[in-house]
């Protein structure tokens, strides 16, 4: 199981983990970033941020459930946001705190670049998962 904590000694985090600890034997999945782009491969959202936040997240969902896990079970998150100001970033933050990739708390980074891969691309969002025992999730 993940022990998410927060550390008493530093500045409270707004909705995420300082640290999250993992015990040995927990499978964990790895995912390359999650892009706004719909299974066409057209991107989805050209100039909004929001909802290329929610496609990214979607896109994340069915990535872990390929893999038996879910947005709740992200252990570690960075999320990249093109912008050279603040108020994108929070708009970002916004959608990813109503997500259900908030349900942690998990350990997050927030940060804006310059460019991302794909033309027109303002999020991109690279996240680790617990993938949980079947045994558990069926017992």
């Known amino acids: 199981m993940a022990e998410h904590r927060t550390v008493p000694a530093l500045f409270p985090p707004p909705g995420y983990a300082h640290t999250v600890v993992v015990e040995a034997g927990e499978r964990l999945a790895f995912l390359a970033g999650g892009v706004p782009l719909d299974a066409d491969g057209k991107l989805v959202g050209p100039g909004d941020f929001p909802a290329q936040t929610r496609q990214v997240l979607d896109n994340l969902e069915t990535a872990l459930a390929s893999v038996g896990s879910g947005l709740d079970r992200v252990v570690a998150s960075i999320v990249y946001v093109v912008a050279d ?27 804006g670049v310059t460019t991302l891969g794909y033309t027109g691309q303002l999020v991109e969002i690279t996240v680790t998962a617990v993938v949980p025992d079947r045994s558990a999730v069926e017992g």
Do not use: F, I, K
């Open 85 to 111: 100001r603040p108020e994108p970033l929070s708009e970002v933050w916004d959608v990813v705190n109503a997500s259900a990739l908030s349900a942690g708390p998990h350990s997050s980074t927030l940060l």
